[in-house]
């Protein structure tokens, strides 16, 4: 049983028997303390506390999802997409990066690119991949593709067919070391069909497959495993693509063709007699979708800062305010933000303005007129995707050196207050945070303090009090005993 946040332990039933000082007496006491006043301030304290932090964890929270809205707009995904079409998608498809153009093609194709394969004969004796063929010796095979390089495999007299294919296929692609540099491979990849070896080159065309190297004994490693003419092997050469675009006749050695036109890529799928059209055109909505999501976020977040710093009615007696109400380092963000939103890279000819991005009303609400976004879109999709973020890179793209625009200077004010968590960092957030954490333990302590000086003065109430009883009880039996000698005098005066 416990009153007010005190426990009764210690305090016996029968106290207050004969001075009416109870247990509920002893808790009115503690509570009327100064010491209890200074806990409770102190209790108060920490649920304001409290209440701050929780408020700038939203603020963080809702930051964080600005700053997701801003890296959306920072993203080539977003821009200069395209919509595609094709009259014909079992005959061809089109498909477009930011750098191709708005446009329509004609395109015939006349036949499709194939690869070069060698099906190798039947080996007498052999009628499983996985029997060993007594073989040794070293089988160099190279593809005439000009961007393959030629590779040797060691056979051993262990090896098998399902053993020689695997170390065919080890050399078939390129491979990339740690230090970046890349080493070509044979484009050659090897399959097993009804205990055959079969080569095929991964690049198609007309390319030849060549295969050297002779056994222990002299011979052809290519005879003994079924892949030479000689063995009865047959070969299949390979051919190139040819396509008719908008009336010129094109050869590629390939049915995906990204080189025809500048950031259009072609892909060829069935050889046809009819013409298939083909259209790109720009897709706006991903643009227009982001922008609408950063405004979103950013209303929310000032929605959010605004209530926090509300001063509510000063003249009433009864006033409410926000649970950060003056503090400065939000009242910089509210400004920064509010400044920045419209203000953030006006330096060329476009402008948060120009492309529909402003204040509806004195409270600062941001909105975004899409129409007028989508002509700005429409009249130069590249100059607006670097008003919102341009950026130089390394040659391969993995490096950022450099970047600007609108969402760069915002994304920087987000991050200065952004909360990683960390104890040592330097954010705002994260500073505010870890101070309100130091300043509740120490509040802390102090309530322990406080509950320690209650304990010791409840003690002190008990003893007082229960003196107190002892005593009153001892002058009540004292009481009684007199009046009872009393009347025994008085009766035998009678």
Do not use: C
């Amino acid at each position: 049983m416990a009153m007010s946040g005190f426990t009764l332990d210690g305090i016996s039933t029968t106290l207050g028997q004969y001075s009416g000082v109870t247990a509920g007496t002893i808790v009115k006491l503690l509570t009327a303390s100064s010491i209890y006043e200074r806990r409770t301030d102190t209790e108060d304290e920490i649920s304001e506390i409290k209440e701050q932090e929780s408020a700038w964890s939203t603020i963080n929270s809702e930051l964080s999802s600005f700053l997701d809205s801003l890296d959306t707009l920072q993203s080539d995904d977003t821009y200069l997409t395209k919509t595609a079409s094709s009259s014909d998608s079992t005959v061809a498809t089109i498909s477009g990066t930011d750098a191709a153009d708005e446009d329509t093609y004609t395109l015939k194709v006349d036949q499709l690119a194939t690869a070069t394969k060698i099906t190798g004969a039947t080996i007498s004796g052999v009628n499983s991949s996985t029997s060993k063929l007594n073989l040794s010796g070293s089988l160099t095979l190279t593809n005439s593709d000009s961007t393959s390089k030629g590779a040797s495999v060691t056979i051993s007299s262990t090896d098998t067919l399902k053993s020689i294919a695997s170390k065919i296929n080890a050399l078939t692609a390129d491979s990339t070391d740690s230090s970046g540099n890349t080493s070509a491979g044979t484009h050659i990849k090897a399959s097993i069909i009804d205990n055959r070896l079969v080569l095929t080159s991964t690049s198609d065309g007309d390319n030849d497959i060549s295969l050297a190297g002779d056994d222990s004994s002299g011979n052809s490693l290519a005879s003994d495993i079924g892949l030479s003419s000689n063995a009865g092997a047959t070969t299949t050469s390979g051919q190139a693509a040819i396509f008719e675009l908008d009336g010129m006749k094109i050869t590629r050695n390939t049915n995906t063709v990204t080189d025809a036109v500048t950031g259009v890529t072609f892909n060829l799928n069935q050889a046809s007699d009819e013409d298939v059209t083909l259209s790109l055109t720009n897709d706006t909505s991903n643009i227009v979708s982001a922008v609408k999501k950063m405004v979103s976020s950013y209303n929310t977040l000032m929605s959010s800062i605004d209530d926090d710093l509300d001063v509510g009615d000063p003249s009433s007696s009864s006033n409410t305010t926000g649970p950060l109400v003056g503090n400065t380092q939000l009242m910089v963000l509210q400004s920064s933000l509010s400044s920045l939103i419209t203000t953030a890279n006006n330096t060329g000819s476009l402008n948060a303005n120009s492309l529909g991005i402003g204040f509806t009303d004195t409270s600062g609400t941001l909105s975004v007129d899409t129409d007028e976004l989508e002509e700005e879109i429409s009249n130069n999709a590249t100059a607006v995707k670097n008003f919102f973020y341009s950026s130089k890179t390394t040659s391969d793209g993995n490096l950022v050196l450099s970047s600007s625009g609108y969402t760069t200077k915002l994304a920087d004010l987000a991050n200065q207050y952004i909360a990683t968590g960390s104890t040592l960092s330097s954010s705002v957030i994260d500073t505010i945070q870890n101070s309100y954490k130091d300043k509740i333990n120490d509040l802390n302590d102090q309530i322990d303090n406080f509950n320690d000086q209650l304990t010791t003065l409840k003690g002190q109430y008990i003893d007082k009090y229960t003196e107190l009883d002892e005593s009153i009880m001892e002058a009540e039996a004292e009481l009684s005993e007199f009046s009872s000698v009393s009347s025994s005098l008085t009766s035998s005066s009678s």
